[in-house]
């Protein structure tokens, strides 16, 4: 059985930072490309960043460019998504996936609110 479960989430100022991480069980994550996406009240579902599993290469959206960083750990079968210099309108579920060919797995999500 294939797991994905994210935590970090929490509330947190303007201008402050969160690490997400999600923990993965049931595939080899070193086989996976791995993402995380957002989802804001009355918006849709939008991917924040990815790692290629092919190279390696990292992928942000404009918005997060220089704020967020993504990371894994293979050996742990890990997730990161380090966030820092928050803003309101970064307040949604963040969710994890990792995805090859046909398959494609997502966690439960997490809430982050960032507000004064």
């Known amino acids: 059985q294939v797991q994905l479960v994210e935590s970090g989430g929490g509330l947190v100022q303007p201008g402050g930072s969160l690490r997400l991480s999600c923990v993965v069980s049931?595939?080899?994550?070193?086989?996976?490309?791995i993402a995380w996406f957002r989802q804001a009240p009355n918006k849709e579902r939008e991917g924040v960043s990815c790692?290629?599993?092919?190279?390696?290469?990292?992928h942000y959206i404009d918005s997060v460019k220089g704020r967020f960083t993504v990371s894994r750990d293979n050996t742990k079968n890990m997730l990161y998504l380090q966030m820092n210099n928050l803003t309101p309108a970064d307040t949604a579920v963040y969710y994890c996936?990792?995805?090859?060919?046909?398959?494609?797995?997502w966690g439960q999500g997490t809430q982050v609110t960032v507000s004064s």
């Open positions: 790692i290629d599993n092919t190279d390696g290469s990292t």
């Open positions: 996936n990792a995805n090859k060919e046909h398959l494609d797995y």
């Open positions: 049931g595939i080899p994550l070193d086989y996976y490309a």
